[in-house]
C-alpha cells in the first residue's frame, strides 16, 4: 500500500494495517474488545492478525476550577523555579565553577520569568477562558478486526464466550 508520510510514520503505520480486515465485533467498551482478543489468545489463535480500533471519537473536557490573576501568578512562579533549578542543577553537575548559589538564582530568575510569562499570556486571553480543565479523546465504539483468512476461525472460537459477538451493526 503506498502512502504519503515519512519514514518513521510510514513504517509505524504498515504495523498497524492488516490486509483485508474484516469486523469480527464491535464493543461499547476497550475492556470488552480486549477480553475477546485475549479469549482467541487464550485458544492459541494468532491474535498478531486482530486489529482493536476506537472509533466514533469524542472529545470530553473536565472543569477542575476557575482561574484568578492569582492563580496564574502562582503556578507561573512555580513552573518557573522548576526550570530555573533544572537548569541549575545542569549547569553544577556539568561545569567545576558553579555552586548552590548560582544554582538558587537560576531558580529566582527563572520564577521570575515564570511569573511574567504566565501572566502574559493570561492577560492575552482577556478573559475568554477563565477556568482550567483536563481533556482527552476518547472513543465510543471498539471494533475488533481480523485478518480475512482467519476470520471463520476467530467466529468459531468465539461462539463459546458468551456475549462475545454483539451485532457488528448495532
Known amino acids: 500500500m503506498a502512502t504519503s508520510q515519512p519514514g518513521p510514520l510510514r513504517s509505524a503505520m504498515q504495523h498497524l494495517q492488516l490486509e483485508f480486515p474484516q469486523s469480527l465485533a464491535v464493543y461499547p467498551t476497550y475492556p470488552e474488545a480486549q477480553r475477546t482478543?485475549?479469549?482467541?489468545?487464550d485458544k492459541e489463535f494468532p491474535v498478531q492478525n486482530c486489529m482493536i480500533v476506537g472509533t466514533e471519537l469524542k472529545q470530553i473536557e473536565r472543569i477542575t476550577g476557575r482561574l484568578t490573576w492569582g492563580k496564574i501568578a502562582a503556578g507561573g512562579i512555580l513552573s518557573g523555579v522548576w526550570l530555573g533549578l533544572f537548569?541549575?542543577?545542569?549547569f553544577l553537575l556539568f561545569s567545576k565553577s558553579w555552586g548552590v548559589g548560582e544554582v538558587i538564582g537560576t531558580a529566582a530568575f527563572g520564577a521570575v520569568f515564570g511569573?511574567?510569562?504566565?501572566?502574559?499570556?493570561?492577560?492575552?486571553?482577556?478573559?475568554q477562558r477563565d477556568f482550567s480543565s483536563i481533556s482527552t479523546v476518547v472513543a465510543t465504539k471498539y471494533e475488533v478486526l481480523v485478518e480475512h483468512k482467519h476470520a471463520a476461525q476467530a467466529r468459531e472460537l468465539l461462539a463459546g464466550l458468551p456475549g462475545a459477538l454483539p451485532d457488528p451493526f448495532a
Open 87 to 90: 537548569i541549575g542543577v545542569i
Open 115 to 127: 511569573l511574567i510569562w504566565a501572566l502574559a499570556g493570561y492577560a492575552a486571553t482577556r478573559g
Open 37 to 41: 482478543v485475549d479469549f482467541l489468545s
